[in-house]
């Protein structure tokens, strides 16, 4: 994932592309240009291109990548002013690392018409909505569970819930709306609401890549939304343990059961005898993939059929594109944002003159500003007779034998 780089790391690296006079790279209309540094970086920086750009448009924005001892960094600026063979650019706020992608991105060429569909079915449910995807597949299925039988699924989960669990509870959110606090951070988060121990703490860090787990921290903010003031935040997370505690609760999960953008309902474990270990993260491990079951379950036998919409090609405006990836944006009020969610899945066609390209694009990232919401978007599988046509439509050169990094993945 591109991670920000902090100020001293980014002055430090601004400082190295004027002393060593690193090059820094732009493509534009399938043209690689390199650019150097003519001056120290201050609140402007000004570039000196390897070739003539030819007029820029001010205000525009500018892709910019450079290589600095092997680590790979990307920033992008705006066009101030334009001066006989120099550019003059607002120096940006950030720089970024560890990017996701090992080639520069580009504007979308005009010869390039990209459509964006949703990959699989598309839902509107009155379920809580969360702000992440959660797909569901019959690879999520554990051995000897037969998804079309949902009452004998459900029992059989109930069985092995009982092997680590005093006590269970399967919730569905279409029978009973959140309404205890613990329902409702669930349903809020699409997180894991998990206590160790009632004599202890909630958990101060979430250990998945994917995080899942309703730390410390989101738990105050969530005591924080409901009108709690800030002075009483640790009062109140003190007091709920404790009154678990007194109801002889010494070990307590509630795990969303988790269906696209939905929030179904819940498993709720607990433990309530002295002397029994707590829960810990590998039973949670394993009640998750319970949850996981069971919504593939309910929508192998048509729970979900009622709330099925058509799939439509939609128009998202393109931002920048890579041969990896892509960038593009949908307007604030669009009503595709409820579900273009990071891990959500797009069938991207794109089409030049001479080839179409029909590949999975898995959103990654997601953000926003006062006028829009964008999407950075990661290219999968593709065909490498695809990825190499594209590399060159982009870049105007042909794929060499030392981008074998980018045709593996490596992006």
């Known amino acids: 994932m591109a991670t920000p780089v902090g100020r001293i790391e980014k002055e430090f690296l601004f400082k190295a592309l004027w002393e060593e006079q690193l090059p820094i790279m732009f493509v534009r209309d399938r043209t690689e240009y390199i650019f150097t540094l003519v001056q120290p970086a201050s609140d402007e920086l000004v570039f000196r291109p390897d070739r003539s750009l030819g007029k820029l448009k001010p205000r525009s924005k500018l892709a910019l990548l450079f290589d600095y001892r092997g680590q790979v960094i990307d920033f992008s600026v705006e066009i101030v002013a334009q001066k006989e063979e120099l550019i003059y650019c607002k120096t940006p706020d950030t720089l970024h690392k560890n990017l996701d992608r090992n080639y520069l991105r580009v504007d979308a060429p005009s010869d390039l018409n990209i459509l964006f569909t949703f990959k699989g079915d598309r839902y509107n449910l009155a379920f809580p909505k969360t702000h992440e995807y959660e797909n569901v597949t019959s690879e999520d299925l554990l051995r000897n569970m037969d998804p079309k039988n949902l009452s ?14 005093d006590g269970f509870k399967i919730i569905n959110f279409k029978d009973k709306k959140p309404e205890l606090m613990e329902e409702r951070v669930v349903a809020e988060t699409g997180k894991t609401l ?87 993260f590998s039973i949670l491990d394993t009640v998750y993939q319970y949850a996981k079951v069971l919504a593939f379950a309910l929508k192998e036998n048509g729970y979900f059929e009622h709330g099925k919409i058509h799939n439509q090609p939609f128009d998202g405006r393109v931002l920048d594109i ?90």
């Open 152 to 165: 004998g699924l459900i029992k059989q989960i109930a069985d092995m819930l009982h092997h680590f669990a």
């Open 194 to 280: 998990f206590i160790p121990s009632t004599v202890g703490f909630l958990p101060k860090t979430d250990p998945y890549p994917k995080k899942r787990i309703i730390t410390e921290d989101l738990f105050k903010r969530f005591l924080e939304s409901t009108g709690i003031g800030v002075s009483f935040l640790d009062e109140n997370c003190a007091r709920i343990l404790k009154n678990k505690f007194s109801d002889g609760i010494y070990s307590d999960a509630w795990v969303p059961i988790l269906f696209h953008e939905y929030v179904i309902g819940y498993i709720h474990i607990w433990i309530d005898k002295q002397g029994r270990l707590p829960f810990d």
């Open 322 to 411: 890579s041969a990896s990836g892509l960038l593009f944006a949908c307007p604030l009020g669009s009503p595709l944002l409820s579900t273009l969610l990071v891990d959500a899945e797009l069938t991207v066609t794109i089409v030049a003159a001479n080839r179409t390209i029909n590949v999975i694009a898995r959103i990654v990232r997601r953000f926003k500003d006062k006028s829009a919401c964008y999407f950075g978007c990661r290219f999968t599988d593709m065909e490498p007779e695809d990825t190499r046509f594209l590399f060159e439509h982009l870049y105007g050169r042909q794929l060499e034998s030392n981008d074998s990094s980018f045709l593996s993945g490596q992006v």
